[in-house]
C-alpha cells in the first residue's frame, strides 16, 4: 500500500465496578440508591420492578436498563420465581459517549429490541469467564482475581456492550414524554450553552475561570452554566477539567519524554509533586509507573 491512515490517539479510560450476575428469591427488594456511575442491567429470568425517581417499569426475561449516573432507583421482585440479572456500573471518561449515556436518565431497551444486537451473545461470552474463574469447590464465591486474558475479555465485552446499547439508543430513541416546542427549544439551549462550555474548558483547563466566562456572555449564572453542563455531559464541569487533564497527562506520558516539571507546568499543576500525588489519585500509580519503561529508562 502507498497510503497511510493513522487511527486518532485513544488514551481514554474504562471504569468497571460491581459486574456480577445474581439470582434473588420472590420478595427481594434492593433500597432506593444511586451511583455515581451509569449502570447497565439484563434481566436474564424472570422479572423485576424498578423504580426511577417517580417513574416504574417492569422489566422482563431479555429486557435491558441503561441508568444514568445520580438516578435514584430501586429493585423488587414481586413475581413468585427467582429474579435472575445480569449487572455492571461503569464509566468513560469520552465527553461524546457520556453524552450519549447522559441523553436521558434511563432507557428501557425491551427484548425485542435487544434481539436485534448481540448483547446476549456477549453476556453469554462475560458467563464463561465467571465460570472459568469460579473456585471448584464453593461455585458461589467467585476469586477476587482474573487471569490477563480474563481482563482484557472483561473490558472488551463490557466496551461491546455498550457500544450495542448505545446503538439501539440512538436507532429506536423514543422521548420518554411527549416533547413540546418549548423542551424542543431547551435542549438545544442547554446543549448550546453546555459545547461552549466544554469548548472553554478543554482549552484552557481551569473550570473557574470558564463556567464564568460564558456564563457572563449569556448572561447566566454560574450555577445555572454548571447545572446545564451536567444535564448534557452527565458530569460536572470540575469533573470534566479533572478527566480532561487526566486524559492529556496519560497522552504526554506515553507519547513524549517531557520532564515531569514541564507536564505538570502544562497541565496548570503548581509543581511536579503536586501533578504526581494527584495523578496518583487518579489511577492508583505515580507518573513514572505510568509511563512506558523505554521514555523512563531515556531520562534516568
Known sequence: MDDYYFFPNVINTLQIVGCHFGLQPSGWTYPRH????????????????????????????????????????????????PYGYFNVHFDLDDTEIRSLLAATPYRHIRRQEAQQSKLRFYVGELEAIMRRNQSEEVLAVPQQTLRFEDKLLLQSYTLLIVH?????????AVPLKPASASDGDTSLFAADVAHAMEEKLSLGLNEEASVSSVAKELNLSRSQCSKLFSKVYGLSPRQYVSRHKLNMAKELLVTTNLPMTDIAEKLGF?????????????TGQSPSEFKPKHYS????
Open 297 to 300: 529508562m531515556r531520562q534516568e
Open 270 to 282: 503548581h509543581s511536579a509533586s503536586h501533578f504526581s500525588r494527584q495523578f496518583r489519585r487518579w
Open 164 to 172: 450495542n446499547v448505545l446503538a439501539l439508543v440512538r436507532e429506536h
Open 34 to 81: 444511586h451511583h455515581h456511575l451509569f449502570e447497565l442491567l439484563c434481566c436474564m429470568d424472570g422479572e423485576v420492578v424498578q423504580e426511577m425517581n417517580r417513574e416504574s417499569i417492569t422489566m422482563r426475561e431479555g429486557d435491558w436498563l441503561l441508568i444514568k449516573s445520580g438516578v435514584r432507583h430501586q429493585s423488587s421482585n414481586l413475581a413468585a420465581v
